[in-house]
């Protein structure tokens, strides 16, 4: 038995975050992984202190350090090449070290992590050290209105249109998601940047998983502190459905915005914190093409400039520049359904927003403007073709019978509270209209465009 165990230990992937200069007095294990506070793990202390108003508990800092440890574990152990999932066993001091032990939090928290990852967590909790908490900077949110939900807000579509659509006279708390500060906002807004940074050294995952719990936990931090219990989630239908009804290449489906990761992160908030709060998702059965137009439909004389400047690529920025200015690809399925929204909701974008800009070209290298980023040209290519099929198959989902749904169906059902006939029914209907979307869109590239190829199974001009 003794045997069993030291060879589960030896597999498992252990993280240990230690406190700020305490390195040298932790004995590391030959399997521990250490992240220290302060170096690999940082919080800035201004940003930290716009989160310091009436509401800021303890447990608010440790869960942030608990993201931050997740964060770490997610992107420094890599996936085997035979298995998805990995072993993880996380220690982390905190402050509030009753509120981590009980069985409940500590089985949601696993729950809801494993769901969204697809990987196996296991934590520890040590008290802290630490006891300076910025309780004394604390201070009154003073808002012009009473806020009346929160809504995780970033540089997206979804977000910004969302937020259009129901921040009636400032009654919206937005939680920015984002490690730069809003360059619009010139002054310390609340919630305005993520106050911690995590540091990796050639990280060695990319999956960007565990994201997900990040940004739903710091929302809800947010959404505690102003007593709110309310959390909209802006993400349109086909990226929260498509991603787990279609996942790319067979692996683990992303969870990331689908409604059974937000019942069980339910779950884990309300037994940590104490606070009843509900994700919801208004816009779950609309597609993204009409998310932007019902948006449009209410600004004077439908003015697109208010959807343009938004950012929906994956690619990171370094790597899409362009005649000196920053552009997003063009080709990955973000930027794809993107272009396929816009498209739907008859707005014309600049020829130099994309790398990849004319998708009528009859091959990939004819649709490249002036490029003078990293060259990624093979991992862009790469993600666009896997994109263009995984939007041609969810709109082929559209025709299938309905037994090829049904699991789909019955979990989200469940997950919404909302009859089976009733999801199927907005479920058919949601993959009608991205079918519509998308035969117009690629209809409008014309007979020779290289998409059409793609979708036919062709890639880099050759047959698969």
């Not at 919801?280 to 932007?292: A, S, V």
């Not at 137009?293 to 697109?304: R, V």
Request: charged share 25%; aromatic share 10%; proline share 4%.
């Amino acid at each position: 038995m003794k045997s069993h165990q030291n060879n589960c230990k030896r597999y498992e992937h252990i993280l240990y975050v230690v406190e700020e200069g305490s390195r040298s007095k932790h004995k590391r294990e030959d399997n521990e992984t250490l992240a220290e506070i302060g170096r690999e793990i940082r919080f800035d202390p201004s940003i930290l202190d716009t989160y310091a108003f009436d509401g800021w508990k303890a447990v608010h800092r440790d869960l942030l350090l608990v993201c931050a440890a997740v964060e770490f574990a997610d992107h420094h152990f890599a996936r085997s090449v035979k298995q998805w999932s990995r072993p993880f066993h996380v220690i982390v001091p905190v402050l509030e070290l009753e509120a981590w032990q009980q069985l409940e939090v500590h089985g949601f928290l696993c729950d809801a992590l494993r769901h969204l990852t697809g990987d196996d967590w296991r934590f520890s909790f040590v008290r802290a050290e630490e006891h300076a908490v910025i309780e004394h900077r604390q201070r009154p949110l003073l808002f012009d209105k009473k806020k009346q939900f929160a809504i995780a807000y970033s540089d997206g579509l979804d977000s910004r249109c969302v937020a259009g659509l129901l921040d009636k006279d400032g009654i919206a708390l937005r939680v920015r998601l984002s490690s730069c500060k809003d360059k619009k906002n010139k002054r310390d807004y609340p919630f305005d940047v993520i106050p911690f940074q995590v540091k990796l050294t050639g990280s060695r995952e990319s999956g960007l998983r565990s994201r997900g719990f990040k940004f739903a936990a710091i929302t809800a931090i947010a959404a505690d502190i102003c007593s709110l219990s309310d959390i909209v989630v802006p993400e349109s239908g086909q990226g929260a459905l498509g991603p787990v009804i279609l996942p790319l290449h067979n692996i683990y489906p992303d969870y990331r915005n689908y409604p059974t990761f937000f019942r069980k992160m339910e779950r884990f908030i309300t037994t940590l914190l104490g606070c009843a709060v509900t994700y919801k998702q208004p816009r779950l059965w609309y597609t993204k093409g009409q998310t932007i137009s019902a948006f449009l439909a209410q600004l004077p004389e439908k003015n697109p400039k208010s959807v343009l400047d938004t950012r929906s690529c994956w690619q990171q920025r370094m790597n899409v520049r362009g005649n000196g200015e920053v552009r997003q690809c063009g080709l990955c399925a973000a930027c794809l359904l993107r272009r396929m929204s816009m498209h739907a909701a008859g707005v014309e974008e600049p020829t130099s927003v994309y790398t990849f800009s004319d998708l009528t070209a009859p091959h990939y290298s004819k649709a490249i403007l002036e490029f003078d980023g990293k060259w990624e040209k093979d991992q862009m290519v790469q993600y666009g073709s896997v994109g263009v099929r995984h939007l041609q198959q969810l709109a082929d989902l559209a025709e299938e019978p309905d037994t090829k749904l049904r699991r789909y169906v019955f979990e989200i059902a469940r997950a919404t509270d909302t009859p089976e006939l009733q999801t199927m029914d907005n479920l058919k209907e949601l993959l009608l209209r991205h079918a519509t979307e998308w035969r117009g869109f690629i209809n409008a590239q014309g007979e020779n465009s290289f998409l059409k190829d793609w979708m036919k199974g062709s890639r880099y001009g050759r047959s698969e």
